[in-house]
């Protein structure tokens, strides 16, 4: 059975199949969500926030990566989350190029003043 997941905050909506991660369905449709370790969870850089929807209750792999305020916020592990009947998730930014935007952003607001 096909499932369609809404990824933010991008808004992309893609397809796949019933049952597969996460981190698989956005493989096959071209998402980046960083895994460093290859869907072993065990780097946790593949934490993902879920918004709504049907998928897969937390593992116990989760359980060691996640703290229970993390999985209480909706955090998830995208190698983990096998998605039951769609939803949506968030990819949070990463955090150097948080940064960076920030920084960009300051930049801009002071050529902005000395105009």
Do not use: H
């Not at 939803?87 to 952003?105: N, Q, T």
């Amino acid at each position: 059975m096909k499932v369609e997941l809404l990824i933010l905050p991008e808004g992309k909506k893609v397809i796949g199949n019933q049952g597969l991660t996460v981190l698989e369905i956005a493989k096959k449709n071209r998402v980046f969500i960083s895994s460093k370790c290859n869907g072993k969870a065990s780097c946790s850089s593949c934490k993902i926030k879920v918004i709504n929807g049907n998928f897969s209750p937390v593992n116990e792999l989760e359980r060691r990566r996640l703290s229970e305020n993390q999985i209480k916020d909706g955090y998830r592990l995208a190698c983990q989350l096998n998605v039951v009947g769609g939803g949506s998730i968030e990819i949070p930014e990463d955090p150097f190029k948080a940064v960076v935007r920030a920084k960009l952003a300051a930049q801009a607001a002071n050529k902005e003043d000395l105009l």
